[in-house]
Nanobody, 123 residues
Framework: QVQLVESGGGLVQTGGSLRLSCAAS????????MGWFRQAPGKEREFVTA????????LYTDSVKGRFTISRASAANTVYLQMNSLKPEDTAIYYC????????????????WGQGTQVTVSS
């Protein structure tokens, strides 16, 4: 099993930056991916980005391309989400998740979830 702990959320103004971290513990064998999802009040949860642990391949939703970057520190079992040029529409709770298999954009395909960290972008 895998346990996930997110951190790094906060309140920023439009155009600001935040860096989220997700620390994983436990053992996962075979191919797996780590991703970020977000959910705003009154909205459905949506995919943000994910990374394959084996080769570093990434996926991004169109709305964050060029602004957000996902990366991994393999030795620390940690993934990061660097968020630049933040907009009010980025306001949401951000969740880290692990999928046993290759990265996908479907939330139901992920096996483990963190508790989330709040990101608020003021206008």
């Amino acid at each position: 099993q895998v346990q996930l702990v997110e951190s790094g959320g906060g309140l920023v103004q439009t155009g600001g930056s935040l860096r989220l971290s997700c620390a994983a513990s436990g053992r996962t064998t075979g191919n797996y991916a780590m991703g970020w999802f977000r959910q705003a009040p009154g909205k459905e949860r949506e995919f943000v980005t994910a990374i394959n642990w084996s080769d570093g391949g990434t996926l991004y939703t169109d709305s964050v391309k060029g602004r957000f970057t996902i990366s991994r520190a393999s030795a620390a079992n940690t993934v990061y989400l660097q968020m630049n040029s933040l907009k009010p529409e980025d306001t949401a709770i951000y969740y880290c998740a692990v999928r046993v298999g290759f990265a996908t954009k479907a939330d139901y395909g992920y096996n483990y979830w963190g508790q989330g960290t709040q990101v608020t972008v003021s206008s």
